[in-house]
């Protein structure tokens, strides 16, 4: 007979297959949280997700309404004495557009290559399934789990999360835990155990400009009427300078540099700037303020990206249009110390100096939250780091991940917790493009190690 210590284990591989076929159908549900017209699809993966909580052995599973997208809360506190876990991930995912580059159909789950294709896949329903996956295998084969789980998933990361921000903000006693788990990160290099320790805060923002009153023919009024595309263009080209120095006024005030611990890891992982320029980039060269190495760049700076720039006339065909408004999306991924809310007002208050003449311009704010950096010195990140090794037989490294995943920010300002960050995707996943992928070996490796974690936090092991 298996011991309490490996019968969850021996569950777990006994059981890989179905574990997968399940989640392929949750990958089959379009949980798309920006469009509207996927909204049911939504829902029906909260209630997928809440039919399993319940089915595994959980108590309180409740898809819980908001006025966006549902959450799903569930527990099991039957482990006295031990500590507490506040497990988060969610299920809604990004639009699968382009579809035309998909090899195989967004929301029809394929197997090539030892790897699981779909949108969703690694972010996050294949990592969701891990957390429950390995809850299963520790209820089935030992009647219960060796600490207390709580789990709140939401179905709105992909759009910003207010509504699971607010619930937190609301909700403290019922969230009461000793330290969050979050499986939505990925490893550094394949077969290299990672724990994410830092991400980059965000201001996401849209500027709306108006130019004339109405869409202007160019021949008649081309030369006089002003164009909000070439205003908006103006103000982008004035955010930051060639070599990648954003240039809104105070943006570097309160920026926290990396530790020189920090550094000299960040140099010892396998990280060469061909080897990521030709096979994640895919571009002629790397950007950005060239007297940081890239790591740093990507992780420890802030920084200013446009992500789109809709209106005007953009359909097949020609038409000279003088339009009445455009739009553009930019974000700033901030550094710890950098207030959200005060590089807001830096920033709007910048936009309405460079704007130009003859356009108006308003500016929404999609989502914003603060960088985050978690201690390596914590007892769950050392437990996290000891089971990583169980299951990869290597040594854990700690990395930082330019992204941003606000829900971190929440538990420790509103709850007091540290996170940790066990994500088992891989650079090369494609999250939030086509193709994306999940390794499967990794599906089945990131279930051992909540098992093991969870069993050295319980004194199992």
């Known amino acids: 007979m298996a011991s309490v210590v490996d019968a969850p284990v021996t569950y777990a591989r006994e059981n890989q297959q179905r574990f997968l076929n399940e989640l392929k159908d949750l990958l089959r549900i379009p949980s798309v949280s920006t469009l509207e017209e996927h909204k049911p699809d939504v829902r029906r ?96 084969s030992n009647g219960g789990m060796p600490i207390n789980v709580k789990v709140l998933i939401e179905g709105e990361e992909e759009v ?24 939505d990160t990925e490893l550094f290099a394949p077969n290299l155990p990672t724990l994410c320790v830092g991400l980059r805060g965000l201001v996401y923002t849209e500027l709306e400009a108006v130019g004339p009153k109405i869409d202007l023919h160019s021949g008649m009024y081309g030369g006089a009427a002003p164009n909000p595309f070439f205003g908006l263009i103006e103000i982008i080209s004035k955010l930051k300078d060639a070599k990648g120095k954003v240039l809104i006024p105070g943006f570097y005030d309160r920026v926290k540099a ?3 611990d920090e550094l000299k890891a960040w140099k010892r ?72 809310d005060d590089i807001l007002k830096k920033y709007e208050k910048y936009i309405k100096k460079i704007t130009p003449k003859g356009i108006q311009v308003k500016i929404k704010v999609h989502s914003k939250g603060p960088a985050s950096v978690v201690s390596t010195d914590s007892k769950y990140i050392k437990a996290a780091t000891e089971a990583m090794h169980d299951v990869f037989k290597k040594d854990t490294v700690f990395i930082r991940s330019g992204g941003s995943i606000p829900i ?54």
């Open 258 to 260: 990396p530790t020189k």
């Open 160 to 183: 910003g999360g207010e509504s699971i921000s607010a619930y937190v903000s609301q909700h403290k006693d019922r969230l009461k835990a000793d330290f969050a788990l979050i499986t």
């Open 269 to 340: 992982l396998p990280f060469k700037d061909k080897e990521f320029l030709k096979n994640e980039v895919g571009s002629t060269t790397l950007t950005g303020e060239p007297k940081y190495p890239t790591l740093y760049r990507l992780w420890a700076r802030p920084t200013v990206e446009v992500h789109g720039m809709p209106g005007g006339f953009t359909a097949v065909g020609a038409k000279t249009v003088i339009p009445s408004k455009a739009a553009a999306k930019v974000s700033m991924r901030l550094v710890p110390d950098q207030d959200p």
């Open 408 to 461: 971190v920010s929440d538990f420790a300002n509103e709850l007091k917790i540290p996170s940790v960050m066990m994500g088992m995707g891989l650079p090369d996943d494609n999250l939030h493009a086509p193709n994306e992928k999940f390794h499967i070996p990794n599906f089945y490796r990131g279930i051992e190690s909540i098992i093991r974690f969870f069993q050295r936090l319980g004194g199992e092991k």
């Open 45 to 140: 993966a909260a209630e997928f997700v809440a039919a399993e909580l319940g089915r595994i052995g959980f108590e309180h599973v409740e898809v819980i309404p908001t006025k966006g997208h549902p959450l799903v809360y569930a527990d099991w506190l039957h482990a006295s004495g031990k500590p507490t876990a506040l497990c988060y991930a969610h299920y809604d995912v990004q639009p699968p557009d382009p579809l035309e580059e998909w090899l195989s159909p967004p929301f029809e789950p394929t197997e090539r290559n030892h790897n699981i294709y779909a949108r969703g896949a690694v972010d996050d329903k294949g990592q969701l399934w891990m957390q429950l996956k390995a809850f299963e295998a520790m209820m089935k």
